[in-house]
C-alpha cells in the first residue's frame, strides 16, 4: 500500500466579497460568543440583520452558549441561503478575540462537518490576521486520516471563506501562508498516522524525495552504507536490530539570497519497540509517532521553501526502526558518533538521543546560524507538561525565539533549564558518555545529552512527546492522533529570521 495516495487529498479554499448569507451552500459556519445578556451571533460585517435576529432568539432554546468548542448544527432558516448553520463558540464576548480562538472555532465547526461538499465559513474576518486564522483553523480542521478506512466520510471539499478583504494583498498573503501551513501539517499528520508496517526508515526516505519533487528542495539519502563509511555509531546501533536499515536524509533549502543558515533536526525512529530493553505492550501502542520530529522537520522545511523565505534552512531526518533483533544492540554496547565521542547504551530505549547526538554532530559541521531539534524523546515530557504543552531547551537566545514564535502561532512551548548538576549522572565508567542518567529530570537529562553535540552552536531542543500525538478525543482543529505539532513554531522562527 502506497502512502503517498492521502498525502494530496487537500481542501480546496477560497476568499470571496460576495455576501455569505446568500451564497448556496452545504452549511454555513457562523460565531456564537457569550454575553452577558446570552450568547450573541457575531458576523455584523456579513450577515443581514433578517438572517441574524431568527438564530439569535432560537439560541437559548437551543442551549447554545457560545463557550469556546461549542458546536451546533441547525436548520439555516429563510434568511440564508446555506442548508444548515454550524454555531460555533468563541468564549466571553468580553475576552478578545485571538487568532487562536478563530483557528480552533473554524477548525472545531469543519471537523464536525466531514462528509459535506460545500462550507461557507461567516466568521470574523475583518483584518488579513483574522483572514489567515479562520483559513488555517479551518484546513487543520478538515482533514482526516482515511488511508486505511474502506468506508470514512471525506473531509469538506470545498471552503469558501467571506470577508471584505478577499481582493486585500496581505490577505491574500495570509491565505498562501495558511494554505503552505495546512498542506504541511496535513502531510505531517498523514506520516505520523502511517501504520510502522508501512512507513521505515527507507520509505520514509522515498517519501521525502516524492514530497520534494518539484519543488526548490533537495534531498539526500544516505544509506547504511554510507552512514558506516560516516561513522554514524549511533544511527547505527539503534537500526541494527531491525531488517530494516536506518537512513539519514539531509533535505536543503538553499534560496540565492538568505539572511541566516538554520538546520532543523529531527528524531526518526519509525517504530520504537524499546530494543533489547523492551517497552511493555502499553507502552507501545503509538510509538509509530515516534518519527514525528522527522516528519515535521521535512514539511516545514518544504514549507519554507514553498513560502520563498529568505533563509537558507537544512533539515536533518535521523530514521531508525528500534527492535529487539538477533543484531540487536546490548546495554552495556559501546558506540562511536559521527564526532567521535563514545556512548555506553545502558539502556537501549533511550535511542532517541543516540540518533539525534549524530545528525547534530552532521548538522553542526556545516557551522549553521542555529540548530533546532525536534523529538518525541522522553516520558518525562508528558509526566512534567502533559500531552498539549512541549517542552523548549537550549541556548537562552534560540529558547526565547522558539517561545515567542510559538506564542505567535499558537502552539505551547514551555522553557526549561538543563542544570549543569545533572551531567554528572551521563558519567560512564568505560565511555565519554551514557545513555542514561537520572529518572528524576529525565527530559533535561536527555536534553543535556544532545548538547555534547552541537558544541557551541546556538541551540533549541524541542520535546513534543506528549503533544504529538492525541491520544484523546479530537478539540479545535486538533484531530486523534498525529498533530504536526511544532511545525507552526519551526516556521515562525524562520519567518522571524527573515525579517530579522
Ligand atoms: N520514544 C520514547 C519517549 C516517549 C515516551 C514518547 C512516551 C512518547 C510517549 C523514548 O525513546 C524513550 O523510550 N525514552 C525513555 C528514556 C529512558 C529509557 C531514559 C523514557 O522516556 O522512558
Ligand atoms: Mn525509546
Ligand atoms: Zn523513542
Redesign the pocket.
Same mark, same amino acid.
Given at each position: 500500500m502506497s502512502l503517498r495516495a492521502s498525502i494530496d487529498v487537500v481542501t480546496d479554499l477560497t476568499l470571496t466579497t460576495k455576501n455569505p448569507a446568500r451564497t448556496r451552500a452545504d452549511a454555513i459556519v457562523i460565531a456564537v460568543a457569550g454575553g452577558p445578556d446570552g450568547p450573541r451571533v457575531l458576523g455584523g460585517e456579513h450577515l443581514p440583520p433578517k438572517a441574524v435576529a431568527p438564530l439569535t432568539a432560537l439560541l437559548p432554546a437551543l442551549g447554545v452558549t457560545g463557550k469556546a468548542g461549542e458546536v451546533v448544527r441547525v436548520p439555516a432558516g429563510d434568511g440564508l441561503a446555506a442548508t444548515v448553520a454550524v454555531l460555533t463558540g468563541v468564549g466571553p464576548e468580553s475576552a478578545a478575540l485571538s487568532p487562536e480562538t478563530l483557528r480552533r472555532a473554524a477548525g472545531a465547526a469543519v471537523r464536525s462537518l466531514a462528509g459535506t461538499a460545500d462550507v461557507v465559513l461567516a466568521l470574523p474576518a475583518a483584518d488579513a490576521a483574522q483572514v489567515g486564522a479562520v483559513a488555517e483553523g479551518a484546513l487543520l480542521g478538515a482533514y482526516r486520516f482515511d488511508h486505511y478506512k474502506t468506508s470514512d466520510p471525506a473531509p469538506v471539499a470545498r471552503l469558501v471563506l467571506a470577508t471584505p478583504l478577499a481582493r486585500d494583498k496581505d490577505a491574500k498573503a495570509a491565505l498562501v501562508r495558511a494554505q503552505a501551513i495546512g498542506a504541511g501539517v496535513r502531510a505531517t499528520r498523514d506520516l505520523v498516522n502511517a501504520s510502522p508496517k508501512h512507513l521505515y526508515p527507507e520509505s520514509f526516505a522515498e517519501e521525502a524525495r516524492a514530497a520534494a519533487r518539484g519543488t526548490k528542495v533537495t534531498v539526500t539519502v544516505l544509506d547504511e552504507n554510507d552512514l558506516a563509511a560516516g561513522g554514524y555509531g549511533g544511527i547505527l546501533g539503534v537500526g541494527q536490530g531491525s531488517a530494516r536499515p536506518p537512513r539519514l536524509v539531509k533535505v536543503a533549502y538553499s534560496p540565492a539570497r538568505a539572511k541566516a543558515h538554520y538546520a532543523l533536526v529531527g528524531k526518526g525512529?519509525t517504530f520504537?519497540s =524499546?530494543g533489547l530493553?523492551l517497552?511493555p505492550a502499553k507502552?507501545m501502542e503509538?510509538?509509530k509517532?515516534?518519527m514525528a520530529g522527522a516528519a515535521t522537520v521535512l514539511h516545514t522545511v518544504l514549507a519554507a521553501a514553498a513560502l520563498g523565505l529568505p533563509v537558507r534552512v537544512t533539515g536533518w531526518l535521523a530514521l531508525a526502526e528500534?527492535m529487539p533483533g538477533g543484531g540487536a544492540q546490548r546495554p552495556s554496547d559501546v558506540v562511536t558518533m559521527r564526532d567521535g565521542t563514545t556512548v555506553e547504551v545502558l539502556?537501549t530505549?533511550?535511542?532517541?538521543r543516540l540518533v539525534l547526538g549524530d545528525a547534530l554532530a552532521a548538522a553542526r559541521e556545516e557551522a549553521p546560524d542555529a540548530i533546532l531539534d525536534i523529538a518525541?524523546?522522553? =516520558?518525562?515530557q508528558?509526566v512534567a507538561l502533559g500531552s498539549r504543552v512541549a517542552a523548549v531547551m537550549g541556548t537562552d537566545d534560540v529558547r526565547a525565539d522558539v517561545v515567542a514564535a510559538a506564542g505567535a502561532v499558537g502552539e505551547q512551548f514551555w522553557p526549561m533549564p538543563l542544570p549543569e548538576e545533572l551531567r554528572d549522572s551521563l558519567k560512564s565508567p568505560v565511555a565519554d558518555i551514557a545513555n542514561?542518567g537520572d529518572r528524576f529530570g529525565?527530559m533535561l537529562v536527555?536534553g543535556l545529552f544532545l548538547k555534547e553535540f552541537v558544541g557551541d552552536t546556538p541551540w533549541a531542543h524541542l520535546d513534543v512527546?506528549?503533544p504529538a500525538?492525541n491520544e484523546s478525543s479530537a478539540y479545535g482543529y486538533t484531530p486523534k492522533g498525529g498533530t504536526g505539532m511544532g511545525l507552526r513554531t519551526l516556521l515562525g522562527v524562520l519567518e522571524a529570521a527573515a525579517q530579522r
Amino acid at each position: 500500500m502506497s502512502l503517498r495516495a492521502s498525502i494530496d487529498v487537500v481542501t480546496d479554499l477560497t476568499l470571496t466579497t460576495k455576501n455569505p448569507a446568500r451564497t448556496r451552500a452545504d452549511a454555513i459556519v457562523i460565531a456564537v460568543a457569550g454575553g452577558p445578556d446570552g450568547p450573541r451571533v457575531l458576523g455584523g460585517e456579513h450577515l443581514p440583520p433578517k438572517a441574524v435576529a431568527p438564530l439569535t432568539a432560537l439560541l437559548p432554546a437551543l442551549g447554545v452558549t457560545g463557550k469556546a468548542g461549542e458546536v451546533v448544527r441547525v436548520p439555516a432558516g429563510d434568511g440564508l441561503a446555506a442548508t444548515v448553520a454550524v454555531l460555533t463558540g468563541v468564549g466571553p464576548e468580553s475576552a478578545a478575540l485571538s487568532p487562536e480562538t478563530l483557528r480552533r472555532a473554524a477548525g472545531a465547526a469543519v471537523r464536525s462537518l466531514a462528509g459535506t461538499a460545500d462550507v461557507v465559513l461567516a466568521l470574523p474576518a475583518a483584518d488579513a490576521a483574522q483572514v489567515g486564522a479562520v483559513a488555517e483553523g479551518a484546513l487543520l480542521g478538515a482533514y482526516r486520516f482515511d488511508h486505511y478506512k474502506t468506508s470514512d466520510p471525506a473531509p469538506v471539499a470545498r471552503l469558501v471563506l467571506a470577508t471584505p478583504l478577499a481582493r486585500d494583498k496581505d490577505a491574500k498573503a495570509a491565505l498562501v501562508r495558511a494554505q503552505a501551513i495546512g498542506a504541511g501539517v496535513r502531510a505531517t499528520r498523514d506520516l505520523v498516522n502511517a501504520s510502522p508496517k508501512h512507513l521505515y526508515p527507507e520509505s520514509f526516505a522515498e517519501e521525502a524525495r516524492a514530497a520534494a519533487r518539484g519543488t526548490k528542495v533537495t534531498v539526500t539519502v544516505l544509506d547504511e552504507n554510507d552512514l558506516a563509511a560516516g561513522g554514524y555509531g549511533g544511527i547505527l546501533g539503534v537500526g541494527q536490530g531491525s531488517a530494516r536499515p536506518p537512513r539519514l536524509v539531509k533535505v536543503a533549502y538553499s534560496p540565492a539570497r538568505a539572511k541566516a543558515h538554520y538546520a532543523l533536526v529531527g528524531k526518526g525512529i519509525t517504530f520504537d519497540s =524499546g530494543g533489547l530493553s523492551l517497552k511493555p505492550a502499553k507502552g507501545m501502542e503509538n510509538m509509530k509517532d515516534d518519527m514525528a520530529g522527522a516528519a515535521t522537520v521535512l514539511h516545514t522545511v518544504l514549507a519554507a521553501a514553498a513560502l520563498g523565505l529568505p533563509v537558507r534552512v537544512t533539515g536533518w531526518l535521523a530514521l531508525a526502526e528500534n527492535m529487539p533483533g538477533g543484531g540487536a544492540q546490548r546495554p552495556s554496547d559501546v558506540v562511536t558518533m559521527r564526532d567521535g565521542t563514545t556512548v555506553e547504551v545502558l539502556n537501549t530505549d533511550a535511542e532517541g538521543r543516540l540518533v539525534l547526538g549524530d545528525a547534530l554532530a552532521a548538522a553542526r559541521e556545516e557551522a549553521p546560524d542555529a540548530i533546532l531539534d525536534i523529538a518525541t524523546l522522553t =516520558g518525562a515530557q508528558v509526566v512534567a507538561l502533559g500531552s498539549r504543552v512541549a517542552a523548549v531547551m537550549g541556548t537562552d537566545d534560540v529558547r526565547a525565539d522558539v517561545v515567542a514564535a510559538a506564542g505567535a502561532v499558537g502552539e505551547q512551548f514551555w522553557p526549561m533549564p538543563l542544570p549543569e548538576e545533572l551531567r554528572d549522572s551521563l558519567k560512564s565508567p568505560v565511555a565519554d558518555i551514557a545513555n542514561m542518567g537520572d529518572r528524576f529530570g529525565g527530559m533535561l537529562v536527555a536534553g543535556l545529552f544532545l548538547k555534547e553535540f552541537v558544541g557551541d552552536t546556538p541551540w533549541a531542543h524541542l520535546d513534543v512527546a506528549g503533544p504529538a500525538y492525541n491520544e484523546s478525543s479530537a478539540y479545535g482543529y486538533t484531530p486523534k492522533g498525529g498533530t504536526g505539532m511544532g511545525l507552526r513554531t519551526l516556521l515562525g522562527v524562520l519567518e522571524a529570521a527573515a525579517q530579522r
